[in-house]
């Protein structure tokens, strides 16, 4: 594995989440490979368990971890080409980026939709500058149309949680939200869905569709309670509207998973990628309900880490 910043990066989707549960039995098992090299974790947004699971899997492998808050701690950097930096900007990308590289082995960034230019949230106008300046790996740990290793942890906790011989019915539910949020962790979970032995259904109110490049042919269905139906999995996340970018249009229909919801559901396990607002996009019944596998889920954002970097430095050791 080069880089990863997408479900496209990785070879055999099925391999990995193996790999991945391999390492969560015994974490400890590559504490060498990573000696002597350095990853530096970029943080451009806030994150907890991106930040916290990536230093725990760094570490397993015996990286030195560099984490950067470059938000807050970092100068303030300009991303525009050919800008006349004489404003509030103090270092250029492209100038940061080839520091980084002087430093790290491994670069690892998150770098959020603006969510006030459509074009450049689609054209990852931020990623696609460290994919093109980096002259080591690049990881994704969250971008403007994407989050792979969440969408991977995603995918092991599915995995560890389904022991049937039918595909489960995977269900993607928009939840309600007061602000606009990114379409990232949605349109992600939908690719690495479609890679997946499941049968995968996305349900959200009128006017919230995502992208068709991510969801291609998953049925989307508008009626929340048609789609819940027989649900084995079901996944809560808020986004804001694609079509109308970054609106929030007005939603008459309570769309809060509850329990009573659930009861339409095959006994579904409930996932949320985290942070929740709770009692907003999901009620306390169902985040602390006997159902919800959110937690594990976050757990395993360790082990989905571990197993990018280790690809990762298996392709740097080949050099
Ligand atoms: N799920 C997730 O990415 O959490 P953080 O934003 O806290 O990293």
Redesign the pocket.
């Known amino acids: 594995m080069k880089n990863f910043t997408s479900v496209s990066d990785v070879e055999d989707l099925q391999e990995i989440i193996k790999k991945a549960l391999q390492i969560k039995e015994n974490p400890l098992s590559e504490t060498e490979k990573g000696k002597g090299k350095t990853i530096g974790l970029v943080f451009l947004?806030?994150?907890?368990?991106?930040?916290?699971?990536s230093q725990i899997a760094a570490q397993n492998l015996g990286l030195n971890v560099l984490t950067l808050n470059a938000a807050q701690e970092a100068w303030n950097l300009e991303f525009a080409d050919g800008a006349v930096m004489n404003g509030d900007t103090v270092e250029h990308i492209k100038d940061a980026i080839e520091v980084l590289n002087q430093y790290c082995g491994i670069i690892a960034v998150?770098c959020f939709a603006g969510m006030k230019s459509k074009e450049d949230d689609i054209n990852e106008n931020i990623l696609s500058q460290f994919e093109k300046y980096a002259k080591v790996p690049v990881i994704s740990?969250?971008s403007a149309t994407r989050?792979p290793?969440?969408s991977l942890a995603d995918c092991i906790t599915i995995t560890e949680n389904w022991n049937k011989e039918q595909k489960p019915k995977v269900v993607l539910t928009w939840a309600p939200h007061i602000k606009p949020i990114a379409q990232a962790?949605g349109n992600s979970f939908a690719e690495w869905m479609q890679q997946m032995d499941v049968d995968f259904v996305i349900t959200n109110p009128e006017g919230y569709d995502l992208d068709k490049n991510f969801t291609k042919d998953t049925p989307v269905i508008h009626d929340q309670d048609e789609a819940l139906k027989d649900a084995d999995f079901v996944y809560v996340k808020n986004w804001s509207s694609f079509d109308e970018y970054a609106a929030m249009p007005e939603v008459k229909e309570s769309w809060m998973l509850t329990n009573e919801k659930l009861a339409n559901t095959n006994e579904a396990k409930v996932m949320h990628?985290?942070?929740v607002r709770r009692n907003v996009e999901l009620s306390d019944e169902v985040m602390d309900g006997k159902n919800s596998i959110i937690y594990q889920q976050?757990k395993n954002?360790i082990f989905s880490a571990q197993a990018v970097f280790s690809e990762i430095l298996d392709e740097i050791t080949e050099k």
């Open positions: 947004n806030s994150s907890l368990r991106t930040r916290l699971s998150r740990l969250e989050h290793l969440q962790v990628c985290l942070p976050a954002r």
